[in-house]
């Protein structure tokens, strides 16, 4: 079966420092994919962004960045200079083939970021 | 403009009365599902559709039905609501399985 976990509960850190999500997950699959979601205290979920298990190069938007590491099993968020407005709950999520929902797509139970002016 | 449309977005309602929550997709997308959120438990899938007229239980679905009969709809019923079904719910579609997940504004339920 699949698994995601999100290992950090919650984090709180003071405003313009450099946090990092973690995301580790299982899956007996070589294709697969990785997202990340993010929800604002307003509570809507927002797309971040979608990698697929042949893409190990890391991604950066703007402050954003993501670490992907097939050895470690780890899809790592980096939000760089933190603002008040990255306050929110980040969900990361896996879609695979082999388990996990039965249509292949296992989330983890969301990490609550805190940043504090 | 793209978008999920879920509604209503808050309801009040007593054990056992039958309610729908409705959810439309403008996107013509294949993939739609049903997710609840409860403190603690993260994003748990009660129902997923491939495409019309195929639907599937996720991992929580006692207690619910759906139905698929156009591609833009994907309603979910509550037979007979019961308090353990309180909870924050959420649509989503996407155009397939495994692309991005584009979520509805999300159902706040509480069964009293």
């Known amino acids: 079966a699949q698994k995601v976990t999100q290992a950090q509960t919650e984090i709180s850190v003071v405003e313009k420092e450099d946090v990092t999500l973690d995301c580790v997950y299982e899956?007996?699959?070589?294709?697969?994919?990785l997202f990340w979601y993010k929800q604002p205290p307003s509570g809507e979920l927002v797309f971040l962004i979608r990698r697929n298990s042949f893409d190990e190069q890391n991604e950066i938007s703007g402050r954003y960045s993501w670490n992907f590491q097939k050895s470690t099993s780890s899809f790592n968020f980096t939000i760089t200079a933190s603002q008040v407005v990255d306050s929110a709950v980040y969900f990361c999520a896996l879609s695979g083939f082999s388990g996990g929902g039965a249509d292949g797509l296992t989330f983890g139970k969301g990490t609550h970021l805190i940043i504090q002016p | 403009e793209a978008q999920v449309t879920q509604n209503p977005r808050y309801l009040i309602t007593v054990t056992g009365k039958k309610l729908t929550v409705t959810c439309s997709q403008n996107m013509n997308h294949e993939y739609m599902s049903w997710y609840r959120q409860d403190p603690g438990l993260g994003l748990r899938q009660i129902y997923y559709?491939?495409?019309?007229?195929?639907?599937d239980k996720g991992d929580v679905p006692e207690g619910y039905k759906v139905s698929r009969k156009e591609k833009r709809n994907f309603p979910l019923i509550l037979e007979s609501p019961s308090p353990n079904q309180t909870s924050l719910y959420f649509c989503?579609?996407?155009?397939?399985?495994?692309?991005?997940?584009?979520f509805g504004s999300g159902t706040q339920l509480s069964v009293l």
């Open positions: 899956t007996r699959d070589t294709t697969y994919y």
């Open positions: 989503a579609s996407s155009l397939r399985r495994s692309e991005k997940l584009f």
């Open positions: 559709s491939m495409n019309v007229e195929v639907t």
